[in-house]
């Protein structure tokens, strides 16, 4: 009989983005094969104390106290650093990772955006640190595109003497829409307001459009 337990000999990498899918495939193997290894092995043992308190019996009788003793004896097999423990440590590392990139990502993208919106701001005249600041600018954009979304619509539809659809309307019969400055629809059976979608670079391209409520 094989005696001897047998340990997973792989290293783990004290920084464990080193480690790649390969490798947790090695790991995998290597202790399933160790596992199996020492399930044999255990099972050989297993065979082996009952035989030998078969013998006891034999020797000292079924209610001697060495029988006893031998039948109360445990054979265990020995503990090592499982893979999944392994893995789960690679896996949280890989997340905390990707996290942190997509963290950077995303600074640098408001960074840009936050440039894009002051020179948008210094082009119309406004002052940083006066009209606005780093923390505000976004904001600050934003609201006076939607301001001047407004007017510039409203200014179209005046002078087309336009209507426009505008959510909601579905309610109405008959209705010709919304001239974009009334408070109500043309049929007068809802009320309706200028409303946009709430995004962080609205001040790029402008979107409006009436909303009945």
């Not at 290293?11 to 596992?35: F, Q, R």
């Not at 082996?48 to 004896?73: C, D, H, M, P």
């Not at 919304?178 to 809802?190: L, M």
Request: glycine residues 4%; proline residues 2%; hydrophobic residues 30%.
């Amino acid at each position: 009989m094989n005696d001897k337990w047998k340990y997973p000999q792989y290293k783990v990498p004290s920084n464990l983005l080193d480690v790649t899918d390969e490798m947790l495939m090695e790991w995998d193997k290597e202790t399933c094969d160790c596992e199996e290894h020492n399930k044999k092995i255990k099972s050989d043992l297993i065979t082996l104390k009952n035989k030998i308190i078969t013998e006891a019996i034999f020797i000292w009788g079924e209610k001697s106290n060495v029988v006893r003793y031998l039948q109360k004896q445990s054979i265990h097999t020995p503990s090592f650093s499982y893979f999944d423990s392994n893995k789960d440590r690679v896996l949280k590392a890989r997340d905390e990772e990707r996290k942190r990139i997509l963290n950077v990502d995303t600074n640098n993208k408001l960074i840009e955006l936050q440039g894009k919106a002051i020179k948008y701001l210094i082009d119309k005249g406004k002052v940083i640190n006066i009209d606005f600041t780093i923390d505000n600018v976004l904001s600050i954009a934003n609201t006076i595109a939607y301001d001047e979304a407004i007017a510039a619509k409203q200014k179209e539809l005046t002078e087309t003497q336009s209507y426009i659809d505008f959510n909601g309307s579905d309610n109405c019969e008959n209705c010709a829409g919304w001239d974009g400055t009334s408070r109500r629809c043309q049929c007068g059976n809802r009320r309706v307001g200028w409303d946009s979608h709430d995004n962080a670079d609205f001040f790029l391209e402008p979107y409006i459009y009436g909303e009945a409520w």
